[in-house]
Nanobody, 117 residues
Framework: QVQLVESGGGLVQAGGSLRLSCAAS????????MAWYRQAPGKERELVAI???????TYANSVKGRFTVSRDHAKNTAYLQMNSLEPEDTAVYLC???????????WGRGTQVTVSA
């Protein structure tokens, strides 16, 4: 099965930036829709952004204009560029992949993002 490994989380001041990476194992990256979710303590998991297999993107209203999702097929990696970070963005960010042919889904373990005021 597909293995997903996130990296790039950390502590940043409000207004700062981070870039998260999600490296996918295997040889089917080209048919994976890639998504980023986040989950803060006491809150439900929230869809943040999607970059589908064809490159189209979708964003949650809360991050539009601040976050950019992308992918590099040569590196089997999806990215989430986060700018103008706010304390409300503090959460564990999780990478998700969906096989567009089988609809199988895979999850990474997550990376912590903490934004201080």
């Amino acid at each position: 099965q597909v293995q997903l490994v996130e990296s790039g989380g950390g502590l940043v001041q409000a207004g700062g930036s981070l870039r998260l990476s999600c490296a996918a194992s295997g040889s089917i990256f080209g048919i994976l829709n890639m998504a980023w979710y986040r989950q803060a303590p006491g809150k439900e998991r929230e869809l943040v952004a999607i970059v589908n297999a064809g490159g189209g993107t979708t964003y949650a209203n809360s991050v539009k204009g601040r976050f950019t999702v992308s992918r590099d097929h040569a590196k089997n990696t999806a990215y989430l560029q986060m700018n103008s970070l706010e304390p409300e963005d503090t959460a564990v960010y999780l990478c998700n992949a969906q096989n567009v042919r089988t609809r199988d889904m895979f999850w990474g373990r997550g990376t912590q993002v903490t934004v201080s005021a």
